[in-house]
């Protein structure tokens, strides 16, 4: 097949790009540039220049030719926009999931020659066709398993998707890049959010947001313990980062309305644990489950709750978690399994 593969300079999508070109495929390297760095010349460095370095590499090293496409401007528009107004409204915000759907698997699509039968990455991931459907289906490593963050992808996006290294674990990938020396084949797996590089979060919320000075009250007493330079740069159960003397301080509340951090060194206080909570926006890959009793996934990583789904109207959801947890917030993307099955997902409300 003719593949366009996406790659970022990370291991992963280089060894789905040696494993194509081993099966005979006629693959394409594309990196899409879609950092802001440029942005915040100021700060520093750019690191995509790191990226670009090891994408040429292992593109030479695998004879397969390499295309730069920026997708900065499609970007802010759809990825960078919504992550500063969620973060404004309190919320937080997933990113990733509007990068696979919007630009990854999105305008990448309709950028490319539509002689390109399909378009790989470096996810851990696969996909199934059975009765005449395209399935998304987890990977056999539980931690990097990313079928979270691929959960709002379409019936018609998948269909062309092709996931190399999804029937793989890590410590195989790490294997396989070492065995054809793979120039980053000992390069750290990239961290935080996927347009920032190495900016920090609070340098990107205060160039966009700026700051919106507030009082640090402490929650037992509501005595004013300090400032803050706006309730954006915090989020519930933060402790460092408060900047007071005698804690461990938590930040346990956050008065939007008021622009007030309510802090505390009890850390029972942090937001109780709870068992339910709605869901609203939802995205099924296929059609909408019939089983009420599934598994759902709150954040990345390979911890599952046993839940059951009531629909309360096609856009809306109540969910019931087997066992409370203290970390569910609105903004964050709830995604249900059946079995080694990815449904598809939606947003906590």
Not at 7 to 25: M, P, Y
Request: with cysteine; proline share 4%; aromatic share 12%.
């Amino acid at each position: 097949m003719k593949i366009a593969v996406l790659v970022s300079g990370g291991v992963d999508s280089s060894v789905a790009l040696q494993l194509l070109k081993n099966e005979g495929h006629d693959v394409t390297a594309f990196y899409l540039k879609i950092w802001l760095q440029d942005e915040f010349s100021f700060l520093g460095n750019c690191p995509w220049e790191e990226d670009m370095e090891f994408v040429r590499k292992v593109c030479e090293q695998t004879n397969v030719p390499l295309e730069v496409l920026s997708l900065q401007n499609e970007y802010w528009d759809k990825v960078v926009s919504y992550t500063i107004s969620e973060i404004k409204e309190g919320r937080t915000p997933n990113p990733d999931m509007f990068c696979n759907r919007l630009i990854k698997f999105g305008e990448f699509y309709d950028k490319i020659d539509a002689s390109f039968e399909k378009v790989a990455s470096g996810h851990y991931a696969n996909i199934s066709y059975e009765n005449e459907k395209y399935y998304l289906k987890r990977s056999p490593d539980p931690i990097k398993d990313q079928t979270y963050f691929l959960a709002y992808l379409t019936q018609q996006q998948i269909t062309r998707a092709l996931f190399p290294i999804g029937k793989y674990e890590k410590k195989e990938i790490r294997k396989i890049a070492a065995d054809y020396n793979l120039a980053n084949q000992t390069r750290k797996d990239s961290q935080g959010i996927c347009f920032l590089g190495q900016i920090k979060f609070s340098d990107f919320i205060k160039h966009h947001l700026g700051e919106l000075p507030g009082d640090i009250i402490e929650m037992e007493t509501g005595k004013i313990l300090g400032k803050h330079p706006g309730y954006y740069y915090f989020t519930i159960g933060q402790r460092s980062g408060i900047g007071l003397s005698g804690g461990p301080w938590f930040v346990v509340e956050k008065n939007i309305a008021e622009n007030k951090i309510l802090i505390s060194k009890n850390v029972e206080l942090i937001e109780k644990e709870k068992n339910h909570f709605s869901v609203t926006n939802f995205n099924w890959i296929n059609e909408p489950p019939t089983k009420k009793n599934l598994r759902v996934k709150i954040r990345h990583g390979e911890h599952f709750f046993d839940c059951s789904l009531k629909f309360q109207n096609d856009n809306l959801a109540g969910v019931l978690i087997d066992r409370p947890d203290r970390g569910i917030a609105a903004g964050q993307f709830a995604v249900f399994y059946d079995g080694d099955y990815c449904l598809g997902g939606g947003v906590i409300c």
